[in-house]
Each structure stands twice: as structure tokens, then as C-alpha cells.
């Protein structure tokens, strides 16, 4: 099966995103570049006013061998987080891209 240029994924995923604290999350929707979070709790303990703007976080995916990926904080209001991965290494590429892989193919199976 060849992957569209982009995959993305619309099926929620757990994730758990660590900056201060750990964000319990599942995705909203999900590629190799970059995921939306919806988190369990109100991200805005994630800009207090007494602390400077979260700009990276760890995100953490245990349904995909439990990959940690760096990722750039492009936008947050209320529980939803916008992120864009940075420095995904090979092995965690590779991982993301099977795991879109398989979940692509599921959701053609379930067209048909």
C-alpha cells in the first residue's frame, strides 16, 4: 500500500503530554509532521500568567511502542492542543508511519 503524501489519522489515540506536569490526551487527529490533542484537563495550567508561554513538549504514544516525540506548540486554547513534531528520529518515524499504515488500512476495510 503506498501512503498519500500526508497520512493523517482521525481515530483517537491515547497520548500523555509532559511538560511541568503530564497531560492525559487522545488525538483528534494525527500525521508523521504533527498532532491535535484533546486534553483530559484544561491546558491553560500550560500558560499561567506567572510563567512564560509552553512552546515544546514531550508527547508520549503507548499504542505505538511507547515512541516519546518532541514537538513545537503551534497553537492551545482550552484542551486542545495543536503540535507540530520536531527531531523525529528514523526508529520513530518509522514506528508513526506503521502505525498510520495500519490504521489507514482499517479504515478502507471498514468502507467496503
Excluded at 95 to 107: G, I, K, N, Q, W
Aim: no cysteine; aromatic share 8%; net charge neutral.
Amino acid at each position: 500500500m503506498v501512503l498519500p503524501r500526508r497520512p493523517s489519522l482521525f481515530a483517537p489515540s491515547p497520548v500523555q503530554v509532559v511538560s511541568d506536569d503530564i497531560y492525559e490526551g487522545v488525538t483528534d487527529s494525527l500525521s508523521i509532521s504533527g498532532a491535535k490533542i484533546l486534553l483530559q484537563r484544561d491546558s491553560a495550567e500550560l500558560e499561567a500568567k506567572n510563567k512564560p508561554r509552553v512552546r515544546f513538549v514531550d508527547v508520549i504514544f503507548p499504542e505505538i511502542k511507547n515512541i516519546k516525540v518532541h514537538a513545537e506548540v503551534i497553537q492551545y486554547q482550552e484542551n486542545t492542543l495543536r503540535l507540530h513534531f520536531k527531531g523525529l528520529g528514523s526508529k520513530e518515524r518509522k514506528y508513526l508511519s506503521a502505525y498510520l499504515e495500519s490504521h489507514l488500512e482499517t479504515d478502507d476495510e471498514s468502507k467496503t
